[in-house]
C-alpha cells in the first residue's frame, strides 16, 4: 500500500473548551480541514503552538504543511498600530505559526496558508494586512460565499481556472504583497483573495475556506506536490 503524504495542519490552543463531561484546556482543529485533507489523499495531523525553535524538526518529519484560519494577526507584526476592530493578540500562535512558514519556506516543504494562514505567510515575506474590511462576513459566527477570479498563468488558475464560489469569513485581508508573492485571485471588490510564490517550491495561500466545501482541488495541489520528491 502506497503511503499517504503526512500534512501537519496547525491548531488552536484554548483554554478553556467544553465536550461531553468535559471542560479543560485543548489543542482544537474544525473537523473540515483534516476531512479535506483526507479527501484529498494525504493524512492530517494537528499541531498545536510549540516552542518555535522546534518548528524546523517538525516540519522535517512532515511532506506538507497546512497554516489553518484563526483570530487575527497582531499588527505588531508587521510594523501597525492595532486598529479597534482588530481582535486580542493570539502571540503564542503568531510565534509558532511565522516558524512554520519559514521552516517550510526553508526547507521547500510544499505550504498552503488558508485565511489567517494566507495573511501570516503575506506577513513572514515582509508584507502587510488591511485590518478591517467590510462584506466579507456575512454574520458573525456564519460563513457567506463569494466568488474568486483567478489570474491566468498562475498555480492556482491552474487548479482552478474557472470564476468559482467560495466560503468565506474574514475581515482582515493582504494589503502590500510581501517578498515575492503574486496575487493569483482576487474577488469582486479587488481583495486579493490567493497568493502564491512562483517557483519550484509549492507555496499558496488562499482567503477563503476550503475546508467549509467541498472543492478540494486546492487541497489536492498541496497533497500531489506533498507526495512528489522536493514538493515540485
Not at 460565499?145 to 466560503?167: C, F, S
Request: hydrophobic share 40%.
Amino acid at each position: 500500500m502506497v503511503s499517504r503524504p503526512l500534512i501537519g495542519i496547525s491548531t488552536y490552543l484554548e483554554n478553556k473548551a467544553s465536550w461531553g463531561v468535559w471542560e479543560m484546556p485543548a489543542a482544537l482543529l474544525p473537523a473540515g480541514y483534516p476531512r479535506l485533507v483526507q479527501s484529498s489523499g494525504g493524512l492530517g495531523v494537528m499541531l498545536p503552538p510549540d516552542d518555535a525553535r522546534h518548528a524546523p524538526s517538525v516540519v522535517a518529519r512532515l511532506d506538507g504543511v497546512i497554516v489553518a484560519g484563526g483570530p487575527d494577526v497582531d499588527p505588531g507584526r508587521y510594523g501597525a498600530e492595532r486598529d479597534p476592530r482588530t481582535g486580542p493578540a493570539a502571540t503564542e500562535r503568531d510565534t509558532w505559526e511565522l516558524a512554520l512558514i519559514r521552516a517550510a519556506m526553508t526547507s521547500g516543504t510544499p505550504l498552503l496558508g488558508i485565511c489567517r494562514g494566507m495573511q501570516l505567510l503575506n506577513v513572514a515575506l515582509g508584507g502587510t494586512l488591511t485590518q478591517h474590511l467590510e462584506g466579507h462576513v456575512k454574520d458573525v459566527g456564519t460563513f457567506g460565499r463569494h466568488t474568486v477570479t483567478p489570474v491566468p498563468g498562475t498555480r492556482y488558475a491552474d487548479l482552478a481556472p474557472e470564476v468559482t464560489d467560495v466560503p468565506t469569513y474574514h475581515h482582515q485581508a493582504v494589503d502590500r504583497l510581501g517578498r515575492g508573492l503574486v496575487a493569483s485571485a482576487y474577488a469582486d471588490d479587488g481583495t486579493v483573495e490567493a497568493v502564491e510564490l512562483p517557483g519550484m517550491t509549492w507555496v499558496m495561500g488562499v482567503q477563503w475556506h476550503p475546508e467549509m466545501g467541498e472543492d478540494a482541488r486546492v487541497t489536492g495541489g498541496l497533497v500531489r506536490a506533498a507526495a512528489t520528491p522536493h514538493g515540485f
